[in-house]
Nanobody, 124 residues
Framework: QVQLVESGGGLVQAGGSLRLSCAAS????????MGWFRQAPGKEREFVAR????????SYTDSVKGRFTISRDNAKNMVYLQMNSLEPEDTAVYYC?????????????????WGQGPQVPVSS
């Protein structure tokens, strides 16, 4: 089992950058593929990015490719989401999630553990 705690959310202007961090508890962090999801007001939760257990495989949703970067540090039990060139459409609550499943998993149903979700409002 793993517990996830995110940090780094907050108000940012369009065109700005923000880095979200997710700290995981437990000694088996490297057993989990990690993902970031987001949920905008009035919309369903959507996949943003995913990184495999050892960081060798990464995938992004099309709308953030070239702007967002997911990374992890297994020695520190951390996963990050660097967000650049933010747009008002990126405004959402962002969730860190852990999955025991390998492969490209973009459905929230495939993730067993979730963080609390910091808000990221992007002003125009």
């Amino acid at each position: 089992q793993v517990q996830l705690v995110e940090s780094g959310g907050g108000l940012v202007q369009a065109g700005g950058s923000l880095r979200l961090s997710c700290a995981a508890s437990g000694r088996t962090f490297s057993s989990y593929a990690m993902g970031w999801f987001r949920q905008a007001p009035g919309k369903e939760r959507e996949f943003v990015a995913r990184i495999s257990r050892l960081g060798g495989r990464i995938s992004y949703t099309d709308s953030v490719k070239g702007r967002f970067t997911i990374s992890r540090d297994n020695a520190k039990n951390m996963v990050y989401l660097q967000m650049n060139s933010l747009e008002p459409e990126d405004t959402a609550v962002y969730y860190c999630a852990a999955s025991t499943l390998e492969g490209i998993r973009t459905s929230s149903n495939e993730y067993s553990y979730w963080g609390q979700g910091p808000q990221v409002p992007v002003s125009s």
